[in-house]
């Protein structure tokens, strides 16, 4: 198994940071939040990717500052193999407000196209919420979900960066909170797919979600089956077992804090060898 964790843990930490942390304690992958001062839009606004403040009637701030050092040239010299998870706050490609569909397909876009830039083979993106309960408004968010995302695929295989679409927690508002519905959206996109192993816990049967073909990597996380709490592996009810981690050959540990994915690595290990 290939090995890596998610920059939420290091949320706020420069790029450079993040890529020395992660060397260092001998992960071969990292996954980039793309939110905050890691937007793509920020990082590519040249080719150092250096935020230049648009309203020249106000001072830098502090956050304006940090997004000057957010430098992706610093990608060049490090051996890490990389994913991108793509902007979704306030995004939603299966809104029923075009414009906000719109817009989600065009920040998808242009993390496919910092993906380029800086060498990532996969970004991760979400299908999108739903907020009424009728099944033909749920029927038609599929619809527009698919639509956005295959223009968004569309742009993935021009470029040749992997897209890849995340199943989210079984709850009614969000698309793909099932193993069909995951299924039915991805092969509907042409996309690859992304399991999140917590998210699936919440579904009465989460070792569905490993029929679903063209699985890109996994997302390792853990929780009690009934919240997407994202704990630490081992301290849920996820199975985290040697059977399980072998159908795992790229995982990312997703967690709030650094401390938990070293904690979380260590458990993969022990899990792999038996301890």
Same mark, same amino acid.
């Given at each position: ?9 290091? *949320?706020? !930490?420069?790029? /450079? #940071? ?8 001998? *992960? ?52 890490? $193999? ?6 979704? +706050? ?42 009424? !309960? #009728? ?44 193993? $069909?519905?995951?299924?039915? +959206? ?21 070792? #569905? ?39 795992? !050959?790229?995982?990312?540990? /997703? ?10 690595? !260590? ?9």
């Amino acid at each position: 198994m290939k090995l890596g964790f998610s920059s939420l843990s290091l *949320f706020m !930490k420069s790029l /450079e #940071e993040m890529l020395d942390i992660a060397t260092k304690d001998n *992960f071969e992958l990292l996954e980039i939040l793309c939110e905050g001062p890691y937007w793509p839009r920020n990082l590519l606004k040249n080719d150092k990717g250096i935020f230049k403040n648009s309203n020249n009637n106000r001072s830098f701030s502090e956050y304006d500052k940090f997004l000057n050092n957010m430098d992706i040239e610093v990608f060049d010299s490090y051996d890490i $193999e990389l994913m991108l998870h793509s902007p979704t +706050i306030d995004l939603n490609p299966a809104s029923m407000n075009e414009g906000i569909r719109k817009e989600t397909s065009i920040q998808t876009i242009e993390a496919l196209d910092l993906a380029v830039k800086i060498g990532a083979k996969a970004i991760t993106t979400h299908p999108g919420v739903v907020h009424r !309960k #009728e099944e033909r408004i749920r029927n038609l968010a599929i619809d527009f979900s698919v639509e956005t995302l295959k223009n968004c695929q569309k742009h993935a295989e021009e470029v040749g960066v992997i897209l890849s679409v995340e199943n989210m927690p079984y709850r009614e508002n969000y698309l793909c909170n099932s193993p $069909e519905e995951h299924k039915k +959206i991805v092969e509907a996109v042409g996309s690859s797919a992304t399991i999140d192993w917590g998210h699936a816990n919440t579904y009465k049967n989460p070792e #569905e979600y490993l029929k679903i073909s063209n699985i890109a990597y996994f997302h390792l996380n853990d929780n009690n089956g009934e919240k997407d709490s994202h704990i630490s592996l081992g301290e849920g009810s996820a199975d985290f077992s040697k059977n399980f981690l072998n159908h795992v !050959k790229k995982g990312i540990i /997703e967690l709030n804090d650094y401390g938990d994915v070293l904690k979380s690595k !260590k458990y993969i290990f022990e899990k792999l060898n038996g301890f």
